[in-house]
């Protein structure tokens, strides 16, 4: 059973969110301030599979837990709830480690399509027997058992998301690939968002491996159509 922290200070809204979470077959932990997030993360020693957080909050907002998950786990999902629809507020939730954002008011059924789509990408692990376990593109050594990307022999710090992002670009280097198929191919062909996660989860990627972030060279912008891996030779 995927396990879930739901953090919301409005009682009915976590009460909602909690009760059709259980009917959807998910263990549930909900509390309803920040605080009380980081202390449940900790009795729990980090088992959960997807964190629900609510990001306007008194006392430790929302912003703020996902920030400390972050420096203690890439592995665990984390969707961020909030009133705001604002673009600056999807990107700083998304550039603060965030995998998705969903505004209020949400149907359930579109918060328990983000919350299984998460799970899937967080639980996306297996290696095909037949696959090598390692690609290397330049510098790059990716390895499909560990999950793990290297760039002069030194891990790069990367959520599941972004591990999901190398991953494709370095199943298809030196292809031109479009939003879209970025978008289907991680978030899955059903995400209720836009194609923006995209764009900001591609910014996060290369502030942890470009050189000089603002001029790649690993990932290159095709502009107008979405991105492309060059290992560095492009």
Request: charged share 30%; aromatic share 8%; hydrophobic share 35%.
């Amino acid at each position: 059973m995927k396990k879930v922290l739901v953090c919301e200070d409005e009682d009915s809204i976590r009460e909602f969110v909690v009760i059709n979470l259980v009917r959807s077959g998910y263990e549930v932990v909900d509390v309803n301030c920040g605080e009380d997030a980081l202390k449940a993360y900790e009795e729990n020693e980090g088992g959960f599979d997807v964190a629900l957080l609510d990001i306007m909050m008194p006392g430790i907002d929302g912003m703020q837990v996902c920030k400390k998950i972050r420096e203690k786990n890439n592995s665990v999902g984390i969707i961020m709830l909030s009133a705001k629809s604002q673009e600056m507020d999807k990107i700083s939730c998304l550039m603060s480690g965030a995998d998705d954002y969903i505004t209020k008011p949400f149907s359930i059924s579109e918060l328990i399509a983000r919350v299984d789509a998460v799970c899937r990408r967080v639980n996306r692990s297996a290696v095909k027997p037949e696959e090598a376990s390692t690609i290397t593109s330049g510098p790059f050594v990716l390895n499909l058992k560990s999950r793990t990307v290297l760039k002069n022999n030194k891990q790069i710090d990367l959520t599941q998301v972004e591990y999901q992002i190398m991953e494709y670009f370095f199943k298809n280097q030196n292809a031109a690939l479009d939003r879209s198929s970025i978008l289907n191919h991680i978030w899955g062909e059903s995400y209720y968002g836009d194609d923006k996660i995209v764009d900001v989860n591609i910014r996060r990627i290369r502030m942890k491996i470009e050189d000089e972030p603002s001029n790649p060279k690993y990932i290159l912008t095709i502009w107008g159509f979405g991105y492309k891996w060059s290992g560095g030779n492009g």
